[in-house]
Structure formats: structure tokens, C-alpha cells
């Protein structure tokens, strides 16, 4: 995904310094999703609810996530 080893791909001092899969897992559970329904709304998948890709977008804006 073009971050090296060790880096992180998010930003954001109150959450600290969280890896790409530990973020993911961060907004699955806040979302009450799985793993692989936040995954695919990150994949721009269009098989997700217009409701739960709304919750999940807007948790990862909070969670400082920034696509690759």
C-alpha cells in the first residue's frame, strides 16, 4: 500500500500510533461490523448497505484514516 515497514498510514494524537489492520479493527467494532465489511467499503465494494458504509465512512474520517 506504499507504506513502509514500520510506518503507519493514520493520523490523529489522540489515537496514537495504530496500524493499518489494528485502525480497521478499531472501526469494525465502533461500527459493530465485521473486519471484511469495513474492507470492502475501503475497496469501494458496492455489496454494503448505503447505512452501514455511511457508519463506517464516517468512523474512519474520525479515526484519521487516510486511503492509500
Do not use: W
Not at 470492502?40 to 455511511?54: A, F, I, N, P, Q
Request: hydrophobic residues 35%; proline residues 1%.
Amino acid at each position: 500500500y506504499g507504506v513502509a515497514k514500520g510506518e503507519v498510514s493514520v493520523v490523529g494524537e489522540a489515537r496514537g500510533k495504530v496500524g493499518r489492520h489494528g485502525l480497521i479493527s478499531e472501526v469494525a467494532r465502533a461500527a459493530q461490523v465485521s473486519v471484511s465489511t469495513v474492507s470492502k467499503v475501503v475497496h469501494g465494494r458496492r455489496d454494503v448497505g448505503e447505512s452501514t458504509r455511511s457508519r463506517v465512512e464516517a468512523l474512519l474520517a474520525e479515526f484519521g484514516y487516510q486511503r492509500p
